[in-house]
């Protein structure tokens, strides 16, 4: 089962890291939002949905972020310790649920880390705003992320007890 739910887990991951990769490619090179700046996508007003260029040299919501050469490689280093730290979970993953979790998550740690071996910097682009408050710009692989913390969380809250074996003492 463990071997089933490693590879289900790799496999969510390769997919996020395309469709991270893939977008990423199309909004720098399709749409060109780095001169184009800002493109509306849904809604307007006082919600929706913009493309916008942004060049995160920190971690998530820009946090530990610096503009030395080196700053970029260690923050690689870290997230790419990271995921190997999780596939090695994800290879004990006790079922689907987790082994997704982490799948996703790593995938979306290995497109940032391309992204900042690549540029220095990881490629944000999704502007969600509503009612005059505006969500930090993201990508595809920091919502593979987030998704994947929160279903860990829910597995945590919600996780039952291992039954007891039998002729264990209690």
Same mark, same amino acid.
């Given at each position: $089962?463990?071997?089933?739910?490693?590879?289900?887990? /790799?496999?969510?991951?390769?997919?996020?890291?395309?469709?991270?990769? /893939?977008?990423? %490619?199309?909004? &720098?090179? #399709? @749409?060109?939002?780095?001169?184009?700046?800002?493109?509306? !996508? &849904?809604?307007?007003?006082?919600?929706?949905?913009?493309?916008?260029? @942004?060049?995160?040299?920190? #971690?998530? =919501?820009?946090?530990?972020?610096?503009?030395?050469? %080196?700053?970029?490689?260690?923050?690689?280093? $870290?997230?790419?310790?990271?995921? @190997?730290? &999780?596939?090695? %979970?994800?290879?004990?993953?006790?079922?689907?649920? +987790?082994? /997704?979790?982490?799948?996703?998550?790593?995938?979306?740690?290995?497109?940032?880390?391309?992204?900042? @071996?690549? =540029?220095?910097?990881? *490629?944000?682009? #999704?502007?969600?705003?509503?009612?005059?408050?505006?969500?930090? #710009?993201?990508?595809?692989?920091?919502?593979?992320?987030? !998704?994947?913390?929160?279903? &860990?969380?829910?597995?945590? *809250? +919600?996780?039952?007890?291992?039954?007891?074996?039998?002729?264990?003492?209690?």
């Amino acid at each position: $089962m463990a071997a089933l739910n490693l590879r289900r887990g /790799l496999i969510l991951a390769l997919l996020v890291l395309v469709a991270d990769q /893939l977008s990423k %490619w199309w909004i &720098l090179e #399709v @749409v060109n939002l780095p001169e184009r700046r800002n493109v509306p !996508l &849904l809604g307007g007003g006082d919600f929706g949905l913009d493309l916008t260029m @942004v060049w995160n040299r920190g #971690v998530t =919501f820009g946090l530990l972020s610096g503009s030395q050469p %080196w700053h970029a490689w260690a923050l690689a280093a $870290m997230a790419a310790a990271i995921a @190997v730290f &999780l596939i090695r %979970w994800m290879a004990k993953a006790e079922n689907r649920r +987790t082994a /997704l979790a982490l799948g996703a998550i790593v995938g979306g740690a290995v497109g940032n880390v391309i992204d900042r @071996v690549r =540029f220095g910097a990881v *490629v944000d682009f #999704v502007d969600a705003y509503a009612w005059g408050w505006h969500w930090y #710009v993201f990508n595809i692989a920091d919502a593979a992320i987030v !998704l994947g913390v929160l279903v &860990l969380l829910v597995e945590a *809250v +919600t996780a039952r007890p291992a039954a007891d074996e039998p002729g264990r003492a209690a």
